[in-house]
Structure formats: C-alpha cells, structure tokens
C-alpha cells in the first residue's frame, strides 16, 4: 500500500507522467490496432502454442492465433466498453447530482433517490441478470454498466454542488437575473469538475475490471471478437502447458486498472487542496497525536 500511495503522490514523476504515457499509449494502439497488429487476430494457423518468437512476438494460442494482436484488438474492445460505460455514468450521474444538489427539496430528494435504488442491487449479479435478459454484447455492457455506476458520480456532484451553491459568486449570478440552466451548468458545474474528474479516472478502471470479469465469464464481449478478459479464461486452461499466455493476459489487464488507480489519485492530489502538498505520513502522524492527546 505504502509503495502505490508512493507511486499515486501529486506531482511526481511516476504518479502523473507515467500511468498518463501508458494510457495515451494504450489509447492510440486500440485506435490504430488494423495497422498497428502485425496479424489477423482471428486467423488460425498451424503454429499452436508457440513460443514467443521472430514470427509470433508473444506466441500463439490453442488455436494458432497470434497473442499480440489478439491484447491490440482487445484493448480496442475493451477500451470502447470501458469509456462508453464511463461516458454514461458521468452525463446521468453528474445532471442528478447537479439537479439534487442545487434544488434540493422534493425535486433534489427525487433525483438522489432515483440514483439510490441501483445501490440495492450488487454490481456483478445486476450485470449477470441484464446481460441474461438482453444477451451479450457492447452496447449491453456500456448502458448497464453505465447505469450501475451512476450513482458514484450522482454522490460526488451532489456533495460538491452542496458547498458551491453557497458561495457569493453563485449568489451574485443570481441577482444578475441568470437563470436555473445558466447557473447550472455554466456557474456551479465548472467549479465542481474536479472531483468529476477524478471519479472518472477511477470508474474507468472499475469498468474496465467489470467487463474483463464479465467477459471472462462468457456474458461479455461477444466472440470471435477479442477481448483480455476472454483470454484470460482461454489461457487459465492452457496454465500448465503455456503459463506465458495467462502471466500476459492477466498482466495487461493489471497494469490498465493500475494506471487509471494511480492518475485517478494524482488527479485527486491535484484538486484537493488538504491534499495537495501533503507529505507522505501526514495523516498517520496526524492520527498518531491525536491518539495521544485522548490517552493524555
């Protein structure tokens, strides 16, 4: 834990720069996998289980296909999920959360409480019973997985809107005669885009991992198109006689939601001004003497 707060640290090197290089990275390979892919990813060939080679830079699976264009095409795959569901979240999140919190009231109470009912429901055995109900594929997983992380961003906004409608300049706005629209979405919402921005760095990693564990089930992506979560439950069978195929598999996936983790907590450190600047330990020690005075 000490070393990924480390790595997540405002400012640094490796807590802003890095996980933001390999995502662009990621993001233009998924664009321009077609080109980028040095195979078909569903072209089979003699070559079963192979080794990484000249040919075949990561090897080969059971069926002959290449391992490297297959993690190309599936990031593809993955990333449209990822960001489609995130997209979702944000717009019906951040508008109930801007409505609640600016309104309040019956209508305010209303539009949390609509949000509130998908906290009922665990995220996986939602997922399942939709995706049972209307069968796999993209569009499936953007809008379910969108609904289910509606609430997240409904909460961060509501609490923010909270604190910002109180200010002068929002009460200035309003004797000037701007209307519930304007000071909407152009007074208050840009005042709380931070923490929005934050949450979504940290539901694109949620949502990745959802839809790779989906996709690992069989209720995902639908093949033949690739993606790293079904490669995943391809490679677990071949573990034995070709662990390279899972270790890649597993670690791409790994290292995508680490890096959106880490941004999303660079990103916090950034707009949060009782974190920005704050040492490492600061909390610990704070705790610490505030443990002591009780004991005194």
């Known amino acids: 834990m000490k070393l990924f707060r480390a790595l997540g640290r405002g400012g640094s090197f490796l807590g802003s720069t890095v996980p933001a290089a390999f995502l662009a990275v990621l993001v233009l390979v998924a664009l321009f996998a077609p ?7 569903l072209a089979q060939g003699p070559d079963k289980l192979v080794g990484p080679g000249a040919h075949h830079l990561l090897g080969t699976d059971q069926f002959g296909r290449d391992i490297l264009s297959r993690l190309l095409y599936g990031a593809r795959a993955d990333l449209i999920v990822s960001v489609g569901a995130t997209a979702v979240a944000a717009v019906l999140g951040t508008t109930f959360g801007l409505v609640g919190g600016f309104f309040r009231g019956f209508i305010g109470g209303l539009s ?16 399942l019973l939709v995706v049972a109900l209307f069968g796999p594929g993209t569009a499936t997983l953007i809008i379910t997985m969108g609904i289910l992380f509606t609430p997240t961003f409904a909460r961060v906004t509501y609490g923010q809107v909270l604190s910002v409608r109180q200010q002068d300049f929002v009460t200035a706005s309003r004797m000037l005669g701007a209307g519930p629209g304007w000071l909407l979405f152009r007074v208050v919402l840009p005042n709380v885009l931070g923490p929005i921005l ?16 989906l996709s690992y089930l069989g209720v995902g992506v639908v093949p033949p198109t690739p993606s790293w979560g079904s490669m995943i439950a391809e490679a677990q069978n071949l573990a034995l006689s070709n662990p390279g195929f899972l270790i890649i598999s597993c670690g791409i996936v790994v290292v995508t939601v680490l890096a959106f983790s880490i941004l999303g907590d660079s990103l916090d450190r950034r707009f949060d001004p009782r974190r920005r600047n704050r040492p490492a330990g600061a909390t610990t020690a704070a705790n610490d003497l505030r443990t002591v005075g009780g004991a005194a």
């Open 198 to 213: 934050v949450q979504t760095s940290l539901t694109l990693a949620a949502t990745m991992l959802l839809e790779s564990g």
């Open 35 to 41: 080109w980028v892919a040095p195979m078909d990813p």
């Open 112 to 127: 949390m409480r609509a949000t509130e009912v998908v906290l009922a429901f665990p995220p996986i055995v939602l997922a």
